[in-house]
């Protein structure tokens, strides 16, 4: 999928000199005030092992003078990541994270194919239940402006919210957003939305990107209180969540980071990227996969009629032996309880034997997805169920 988008393979170090995260991630997030492993070297260099590569391929970029190229540079990497976060099913100590970063344009444009080129492999791997959120934090000129107001609003109401807030409050009001705090959240909800107060380019370049999205057929959810967990973003940020992962629910996340380049010392260069978290992904296809194995017969064999149980039997029988997974009641109920009980097994198809299909020797098969039913000789179910299930 990376190389259909053009993308080029980067290897960075593991280790990184400290200040480049503190710089691009910044101070005040969690990962860089409490999840990095740092310590010092035999020359006293504080190193930390990366607990992203975002910094690393910006900062890849300048050393390298990957600008003079004189073209847009798509880069993908994989590899181990390290945050002192508290493990749980999802959250890892070590993991890993497929990322990549599209670096020297601001163009929507590619904010746009990159979101469409994440939904295509979330689409190829089966992984259905994948919803995208999706915000704009602003630039360097609107933002200030967002977050004196946030710190407005929050002042008179401090004391009431977690110790984390108190202090974000006076560090970084946006990190309030971020808050899973229950209590705090009727506060947060009243707070305004950073869209109301973006300057007219961001605007702009927001309503480009969405109506990019939607032009390609792409649903997304608007998420305002969607500011991520790093400091360097500007403008998009976004986030794919999976239903079946739960608590730690983020597939992957990423964004665009127009001022990462200056920051740390190079030329504006504009960038947008993302990451997935490896292990997330495998839980999430692992779990889709099963849950479709598990609870989903190719076909349920619905008959009516005493004289058709035989040759339903014979039928389950002869399709089981083809590789199909079939299921078919034994007790003589109505149509619609069967039907019924087909899409409670989320069978794909539902085939109808009574007598009448019997006397005409044509059975009728039921797509129970499409709500279509077409007419099939008995000989051909097979045939006919194996070509559909292949589409
Ligand atoms: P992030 O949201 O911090 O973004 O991490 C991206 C993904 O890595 C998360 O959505 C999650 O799937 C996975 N992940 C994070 N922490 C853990 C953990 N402790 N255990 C397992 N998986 C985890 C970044 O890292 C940015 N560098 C993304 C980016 C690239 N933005 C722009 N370009």
Redesign the pocket.
């Known amino acids: 999928m990376l190389s259909a988008y053009n993308f080029e393979e980067i290897r960075t170090p593991v280790l990184e000199q400290t200040a480049l995260f503190a710089r691009s991630v910044g101070a005040e997030t969690d990962i860089v005030s409490k999840e990095m492993y740092t310590f010092e070297d035999r020359d006293h260099q504080l190193l930390t092992l990366r607990p992203?590569?975002?910094a690393s391929v910006v900062r890849a970029y300048i050393e390298r003078g990957l600008s003079n190229e004189g073209r847009i540079q798509k880069l993908y990497y994989l590899g181990p990541m390290f945050?002192r976060?508290r493990p749980q099913k999802?959250?890892?100590?070590q993991?890993y994270?497929i990322?990549a970063?599209v670096l020297g344009s601001d163009h929507p444009l590619i904010d746009a194919e990159t979101l469409e080129m994440l939904m295509l492999l979330l689409e190829r791997l089966g992984l259905k239940q994948s919803s995208l959120l999706l915000n704009s934090v602003g630039c360097s000129r609107c933002r200030p402006e967002y977050v004196k107001l946030l710190r407005r609003e929050l002042e008179p109401v401090k004391s009431r919210m977690c110790a984390d807030c108190q202090r974000r409050i006076e560090t970084n009001p946006l990190r309030v957003l971020d808050c899973k705090v229950e209590a705090d959240q009727p506060i947060i909800g009243r707070l305004p939305s950073i869209l109301d107060h973006l300057c007219p380019e961001c605007r702009q370049h927001f309503e480009t990107v969405t109506s990019e999205l939607k032009r390609r057929g792409i649903p997304y959810e608007i998420t305002v209180r969607l500011v991520?967990?790093?400091d360097y973003y500007t403008r998009t940020t976004f986030?794919i969540i999976h239903g079946e992962l739960g608590a730690q629910n983020?597939?992957?996340?990423?964004?665009r980071?127009d001022g990462l380049s200056e920051i740390l010392g190079g030329a504006p260069t504009p960038g947008f990227?993302?990451?997935?978290?490896e292990?997330?992904l495998a839980l999430a296809v692992e779990a889709a996969h099963s849950l479709e194995a598990q609870t989903r017969p190719d076909a349920y064999i619905a008959w009516m009629g005493e004289s058709a149980l035989a040759p339903a039997l014979e039928l389950a029988r002869s399709l089981r032996r083809e590789g199909f997974r079939v299921e078919i009641g034994f007790e003589p109920v109505k149509l619609k309880k069967m039907l019924g009980q087909a899409s409670r097994l989320r069978a794909r198809f539902a085939i109808i034997m009574g007598e009448e299909e019997l006397a005409s020797g044509r059975l009728q098969v039921k797509d129970m997805e499409a709500g279509q039913q077409e007419q099939v000789a008995p000989e051909l179910i097979g045939p006919y169920l194996w070509e559909r299930l292949k589409a």
């Open positions: 992203e590569a975002t945050r976060e999802g959250r890892y100590r993991f994270q990322g970063e991520r967990g790093l986030e983020a597939l992957l996340g990423g964004g980071y990227g993302f990451a997935i978290g292990d997330r």
